[in-house]
């Protein structure tokens, strides 16, 4: 039996980790299938203070740090969590192993939310992706779209402007003033990346009779748009698919802390209210350890 069970491996997941293990807490990471979560996807994390460079690197780095400390991580997913109102959680992972602890910190984040149009489903790994940094090796010299206007949609677009030939970002409203300045001022500079404002696509096909795959994507005005490749990037779902229905989720389905039983901790993007930057997710993985560990020595008392 673990005193804390961490689940996510991403920045809130890590930190919570080093926190419980440091203060010498018998700490397991259940850490997703992958290390790092989205975090792992950026290609430069540059607002992270302190630090320049990948996302990845960082993530091994607080990884390295967390074990150096004790923590124990199994790369698992959760699937469910049972409680026996004492001291006692049990997670249930789709490793078919159960991991018993004292607490539990959630820190499984976000992932990315589909494109539910004609085609899209289909083509995901055949022309559609949800990662620029995984997939966009792929369309180096071709054309490609992004879907969204976020900073995850611009960041994608001049990610992708370094390897495509052409960029084209489709947005539904007029102009991007959901991104920050300082990226939609480096979108703006890039002369290969061309934004189409007050556009949503109907439905994305594959181009008959095309041998290097090329796809057409339909706007709802009934434009066609010819690419390679289609990036979406429309914004963010919470993982909270392994809890009780029972768990409170505010209307964007994020965990609110504040209901949640004596025990059971969250950190992160899948935190209600939390802003979504690995600044934050690092804050409240240690104020979530730290709630923990405080809860987990009431038990000896
Ligand atoms: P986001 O800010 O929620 O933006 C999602 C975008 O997708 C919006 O432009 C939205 O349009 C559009 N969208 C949503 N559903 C759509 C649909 N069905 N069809 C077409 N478009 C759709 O999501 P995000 O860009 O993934 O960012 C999530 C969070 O992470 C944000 O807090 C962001 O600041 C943060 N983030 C930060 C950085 C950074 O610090 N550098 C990088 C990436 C992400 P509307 O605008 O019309 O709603």
Redesign the pocket.
């Known amino acids: 039996m673990y005193d804390i069970i961490i689940l996510g491996s991403g920045p809130a997941g890590l930190t919570a980790a080093i926190y419980a293990a440091r203060a010498n807490k018998k700490t397991l990471i259940i850490a997703g299938d992958t290390l790092g979560g989205q975090t792992a996807e ?1 290609a430069n994390l ?2 992270f203070p302190g630090y320049m460079g990948s996302g990845m690197d960082w993530i091994q780095t607080t990884l390295k740090q967390a074990t150096g400390f004790g923590a124990e991580i199994v790369y698992a997913s959760a699937t469910d969590i049972k409680w026996d109102g004492n001291f006692t959680y049990t997670v249930q992972c789709d490793n078919n192993k159960t991991y018993t602890a004292s607490a539990i910190i959630m820190g499984t984040g ?1 992932r ?2 589909r ?3 004609d085609g899209a489903r289909e083509l995901v790994g055949n022309g559609v992706s949800y990662c620029a940094t995984c997939d966009g090796f792929f369309y180096t010299g071709k054309r490609v779209l992004v ?9 994608d677009a001049l990610y992708l402007a370094d390897l495509a030939s052409d960029v084209k970002i ?4 007029s102009a ?5 300045a300082i ?1 939609r001022d480096r979108v703006a500079a890039r002369e290969n990346i061309h934004p189409i404002f007050n556009t ?2 109907k439905s994305i096909r594959k181009k008959p009779d095309s041998d290097s795959g090329e796809l057409i994507a339909t706007t709802t005005n009934g434009d066609e748009i010819e690419c390679d490749g289609i990036f ?5 779902e919470a993982n909270t698919d392994y809890l009780d229905e029972g768990i409170k989720r505010d209307d964007v389905g994020r965990i609110v802390a504040d209901d949640l039983p004596a025990g059971l901790f969250v950190a992160g ?1 899948e935190k209600s209210g939390i ?4 600044a934050t997710a690092v804050g409240s993985g240690c104020s979530a350890a730290m709630d923990a560990i405080a809860y987990v020595n009431t038990k000896g008392n």
């Open positions: 950026i540059e607002n976000a990315a939310r494109l539910e149009i879907i969204g206007g976020g900073n995850s949609a611009l960041n489709i947005y539904r409203k991007f003033t959901r991104a920050e990226i949503e696509l979406v990037a429309i914004g963010h993007d802003k979504m930057q690995v």
